[in-house]
């Protein structure tokens, strides 16, 4: 490896660290707010299931759709490693700005916009994979609205259940229908596929264990959990149904920081990779080594247990008061929308994800509940975040020229 590849890994895992720390909050942040956890005790928390993350998600497609952001050929060989360095140092840069100040701005939509300006600076537009840039500028918008609807549907489910009446157990009951038809559907059964990949004896360990599978029952658990909470919701006095509730955001945290992980760290796997092919050591995406991934989660895992304490004010108490029945309602939208974009391969922001979650949760109590003001300044962040980083990359490639 040359020095000059071997200070990008460094700088793309210092990114992974440090977006650990600055998108911790997301994960965290409802769970402080309500006071289920203690800082330290969260923070810890999502470390463990930003890493579980590593052991979920195997088929990067993530990874695969940032390494393909920008398009080598339309780019000098020897530019394209600083194209990388120079993208990389705007994200870095952006992503402290932003911790500093307390916005929970896109780590994801700032490495992308970063790759992205520096790719312009050295080839033209034509070096930059158009089709990826726009689907991922339009989650923006669309990451949070999925998760907003999602919260307010969650959050209207619950409140539904506390009625004393049968139609309390209707929805119950149809979404654990709809969940095993689902998994019906979905699960890979192929011995011939799955034990390919599994070196487990038995048949239903394979099953369970596959990394496409494992994903989907993993969601198919907390919706079942769910499920049957709210069959016996009605059952219970407020205090009880509120201890409940806390100890469901365990749950619903856990299963956030999972999508969080697989989401974000998959993001600076991709970025290794195109690295590690534009500097010779490697020739296609699937070559990457088993090291990247790992180097990736433990370095997420680190950063989540540094806390960003600015941005778990902002995110639990600023845009509306969060309760725990309502954080579980917005860590669980979030969740799905993660889980789900993940599938999709689409990089989404975890930010804009959970922001509009407790937006959703929110708006359930009354539109003015939310604080539109503290919200459209974050709607600002979010839009600024890829051509800012762009700027700043594309600066920072012509700087590295000079020399």
């Not at 994960?27 to 800082?39: E, F, H």
């Not at 209207?156 to 689902?182: Q, R, T």
């Amino acid at each position: 490896m040359t020095t000059l590849l071997i200070a990008i890994i460094v700088l793309a895992l210092l990114f992974d660290y440090i977006n650990g720390f600055h998108d911790a909050a997301n994960s965290i942040a409802t769970v402080v707010s309500t006071k289920v956890l203690t800082p330290f005790q969260a923070v810890l928390w999502a470390a463990i299931f930003n890493s579980v993350a590593f052991f979920i998600f195997k088929d990067h497609g993530v990874a695969d759709t940032v390494a393909k952001t920008v398009k080598p050929a339309e780019i000098q060989t020897s530019s394209m490693l600083w194209v990388i360095l120079s993208g990389l140092i705007a994200a870095i840069l952006w992503n402290l700005l932003t911790w500093w100040y307390g916005i929970p701005s896109s780590s994801s939509h700032t490495l992308i916009g970063g790759f992205a300006g520096a790719a312009i600076a050295a080839g033209g537009w034509n070096a930059v994979n158009s089709p990826i840039i726009l689907k991922t500028a339009s989650f923006i918008v669309l990451a949070p609205l999925v998760g907003m609807i999602m919260a307010f549907l969650m959050s209207l489910w619950f409140l539904n259940s506390f009625k004393k009446d049968w139609s309390a157990k209707v929805l119950p009951i149809a979404i654990l229908l709809v969940v095993f038809f689902f998994l019906r559907q979905n699960l890979e059964f192929d011995r011939s596929v799955i034990s390919k990949r599994i070196d487990y004896d038995a048949y239903w360990l394979q099953v369970l264990f596959y990394a496409k599978n494992f994903k989907w029952i993993l969601l198919a658990f907390i919706l079942t959990v769910m499920a049957i909470f709210s069959l016996d919701l009605n059952t219970l006095n407020t205090h009880k149904a509120n201890q409940w509730f806390k100890r469901l955001q365990l749950v619903s945290s856990a299963a956030f920081s999972i999508g969080h992980g697989g989401n974000d760290a998959q993001k600076v796997m991709g970025i290794i990779t195109a690295a590690l092919i534009a500097g010779g050591s490697i020739q296609e995406f699937h070559e990457m080594p088993n090291w990247v991934p790992i180097a990736c989660y433990l370095a997420i895992g680190l950063g989540t247990m540094s806390g960003g304490w600015k941005i778990v004010k902002t995110m639990g108490t600023k845009i509306t008061k969060v309760t725990p029945f309502e954080g579980v309602a917005a860590e669980t939208a979030g969740a799905l929308t993660l889980f789900i974009t993940e599938a999709l391969k689409i990089p989404v922001s975890t930010t804009h994800t959970i922001t509009g979650s407790i937006m959703g949760v929110g708006a359930t109590k009354r539109l003015s509940a939310v604080r539109w003001g503290v919200t459209l300044n974050l709607i600002w962040a979010w839009i600024l975040t890829i051509p800012i980083s762009a700027l700043l990359a594309g600066g920072i490639y012509a700087l590295t020229r000079l020399f």
